[in-house]
């Protein structure tokens, strides 16, 4: 089982480069943004089916291995304002009851090991998958993010709202539906952020790191 990483280093802001764009993002003109892309994902998905390993899990492994390589993706701050930012962030994902079609909120410990990650998610899906409540498995690490999927639906954008504010400024990540285009399997994946933390750079970034995971298993799932 793995060791929870909730390691964090405080950010020194008359230090930080971002400082004044975390100001102005934040004091003058709250700003987030959104940014929609369809993946090819064909080389994990015929990995995975090779492997009979279930792709939802590769699917949170691979997002939070990129992200653990971007650091304007995992920002944070403690209750007394100091920003943080953390070594890992671990996924926090729903999961749908059939008898009833109601979600549960999960979140299962990232451990850059694809196996051990692999085997701590399908512990907290035997473990908490069938309790029919929105959080059943608590507490919650304070470094988690929320990343989901809507298999059902081959979306062109999505964009969550949230109506409190929040204490993170960890990415929102949405996947949707696979489709089939030429023989290759396209899938949907929205990235939400606070523009205090980054740019349409860094997201293209991400989206750049992701896809090249998603054509190369073979170098990014560590067994």
């Known amino acids: 089982m793995t060791t929870l990483n909730i390691h964090q280093t405080p950010i020194d802001q008359t230090t930080w480069p971002r400082r004044e764009y975390f100001y102005y993002f934040t004091k003058m003109m709250p700003t987030g943004f959104t940014l929609n892309v369809d993946l090819d994902v064909t080389a994990t998905k015929e990995w995975l089916a090779a492997r009979q390993f279930k792709f939802n899990a590769a699917y949170l492994y691979l997002v939070s291995k990129v992200i653990a390589q971007l650091p304007e993706f995992r920002i944070s701050r403690t209750d007394d304002g100091q920003l943080v930012r953390y070594d890992v ?84 990540v949405q996947a949707g539906k696979f489709v089939n285009e030429a023989g290759r399997w396209q899938m949907p994946l929205s990235v939400t952020i606070h523009h205090a933390v980054a740019d349409g750079y860094h997201v293209s970034q991400f989206f750049e790191r992701l896809q090249a995971a998603f054509d190369h298993p073979d170098e990014w799932f560590e067994l």
Do not use: C
């Not at 085997?119 to 690490?141: I, R, V, W």
């Open 89 to 172: 962030l671990h996924p926090s994902y729903s999961v749908m009851h059939a008898d009833d079609h109601t979600i549960s909120s999960l979140w299962t410990a990232y451990d850059a090991n694809f196996n051990r990650f692999y085997e701590n998610y399908l512990a907290d899906q035997k473990q908490f998958g069938d309790a029919h409540t929105p959080m059943p498995q608590a507490p919650q690490s304070a470094n988690t993010y929320m990343i989901g999927s809507i298999p059902w639906t081959h979306f062109a954008s999505y964009t969550p709202l949230p109506f409190a504010p929040l204490n993170t400024f960890f990415p929102v």
